[in-house]
């Protein structure tokens, strides 16, 4: 393409000329380009002042180990479509984390179907995600809440049990404040939260509903938070009511948190899973990611390990300790006795391998098969899990 290409922070008249862009891009408007223009920094590319690509980001903490870790978190992105084959999109991807690398972000989350090309970039999918449906009589015939007060609305203690269950996941957004009036305006949420009488908040639901073609609605969850075995059952039970008007009970992709609830319990085990793009993860600062990670309490760990270059040359080498629920890494000249690319290096953050047999298979090289126990021991304490779409 002829013409001067440049790359700037959008103000108000690229700003509208990206949404424009945007809806022809994905062929419907992108209601997230506006909605999130209070909170959202939007870097465009520009050819003679006209917007030819572009992408909203985030910076927004998400958990590790039960610790907050600043994460530059990347949507709403595209390329007009004469300009792409161009690897314009890998330098926009550039563009767009430099202000969050600024401003504290030392790991990135995206979740795009273009899976491929994403890992070129750097990024690696830690788990699977699935979005699964179910009949809502299978859930009235199979789940209980007996002793369950159930009241409408998101209140002060329903968002902070969601906090605090979201750290016990690897993953999960510290969502910030003005995060639930966007996810209810944007996909007009029903929120409900459950107690037993005389006690705390342990659950809390968000749901939407989406008209059938001829009768009744489906119901679609967005937000399944529970505390306890109990709880979880009974808030199963509350979809399972809604079977009068709603045949089928969707979780949306991440939605159903990766616990065995559902398989131990259904009469009749009716699900259906549909695959979802992943979403990926990039480390951006090695050091401070791992300084600023939780790791487990009991664990006194020293690995050497080896981490490719971006270029695919020599590998970096560096000494990995945790103690006291603490770690740091620094570059030594010891050997590596587990090698890893940067991609598998966001796996093992994230706790995606839950196994050396896994990370093996995945191609994680070790010299020392204790040396790879141990440091897929250090990240598998807890699951990693993404239930947030940004």
Same mark, same amino acid.
């Given at each position: ?52 690509? #572009? ?12 610790? /907050? ?20 999109? +890998? ?7 430099? /202000? ?5 972000? %030392? ?15 750097? $990024? ?9 449906? %179910? ?12 002793? %369950? ?11 902070? @049990? ?16 003005? $995060?639930?009036?966007? &996810?209810?305006? &944007? ?9 037993? /009488? ?8 968000? @749901?939407?509903? &989406?008209?059938?073609?001829? =009768? ?5 969850? =967005?937000?399944? $938070? ?6 979880? +059952?009974?808030? @199963?039970?509350? @979809? ?13 992709? #991440? +939605? ?7 398989? *131990?319990?259904?009469? =009749? ?7 979802? *793009? !992943? ?16 790791? !487990? ?26 103690? +006291? ?5 620094? /570059? ?15 796996? $093992? ?14 191609? %994680? =090289?070790?010299?020392?098969? &204790? ?17 947030? *779409?940004?």
């Amino acid at each position: 393409m002829s013409g001067s290409l440049s790359f700037t922070a959008a103000d108000d008249g690229l700003w509208q000329q990206y949404d424009e862009l945007a809806a022809r891009a994905y062929g419907h408007r992108v209601g997230d380009i506006t909605d999130l223009r209070e909170h959202a920094d939007l870097r465009v590319a520009t050819r003679d002042g006209r917007v030819i690509a #572009g992408g909203l980001g985030l910076l927004v903490n998400q958990f590790f180990g039960g610790s /907050p870790v600043p994460s530059a978190c990347l949507g709403a992105g595209c390329v007009a479509p004469e300009e792409r084959g161009e690897h314009l999109a +890998a330098r926009m991807a550039a563009e767009r984390l430099r /202000p969050l690398q600024e401003t504290g972000a %030392v790991i990135s989350t995206i979740s795009t179907s273009s899976t491929g090309y994403a890992r070129r970039l750097g $990024w690696e999918a830690p788990v699977p995600v699935l979005a699964w449906a %179910v009949a809502s009589d299978d859930l009235k015939r199979s789940f209980t809440g007996e002793d %369950v007060e159930i009241e409408p609305g998101l209140t002060r203690e329903a968002q902070d @049990l969601q906090r605090d269950l979201a750290r016990q996941w690897n993953g999960p957004l510290e969502r910030p404040a003005w $995060w639930s009036a966007w &996810k209810e305006s &944007k996909s007009a949420l029903m929120t409900y939260h459950f107690r037993r /009488p005389g006690q705390s908040t342990a659950g809390m639901l968000s @749901l939407a509903t &989406k008209r059938r073609e001829r =009768h009744g609605v489906n119901l679609v969850v =967005h937000d399944f $938070w529970a505390a306890n075995q109990s709880t979880a +059952a009974a808030m @199963l039970a509350f @979809l399972g009511r809604h079977n009068t008007r709603a045949e089928t009970i969707e979780f949306r992709r #991440g +939605a159903l948190p990766p616990y065995p609830t559902l398989l *131990h319990h259904l009469h =009749h085990h009716r699900l259906v899973a549909e695959a979802w *793009h !992943p979403w990926m993860l990039r480390i951006l600062d090695i050091p401070e990611a791992i300084r600023l990670r939780g790791w !487990p309490a009991d664990l006194d760990a020293t690995v050497p390990i080896e981490i490719e270059n971006d270029n695919g040359g020599t590998g970096d080498r560096y000494i990995l300790r945790i103690t +006291a629920g603490s770690a740091e890494i620094s /570059p030594t000249h010891v050997q590596g006795k587990v090698t890893l690319t940067r991609r598998q290096l966001a796996v $093992w953050y994230a706790g995606g391998y839950r196994t050396a047999t896994s990370a093996r298979m995945a191609g %994680v =090289h070790a010299a020392s098969e &204790k040396a790879l126990a141990t440091l897929v021991r250090s990240t598998a304490d807890l699951e990693p899990w993404l239930p947030d *779409h940004f």
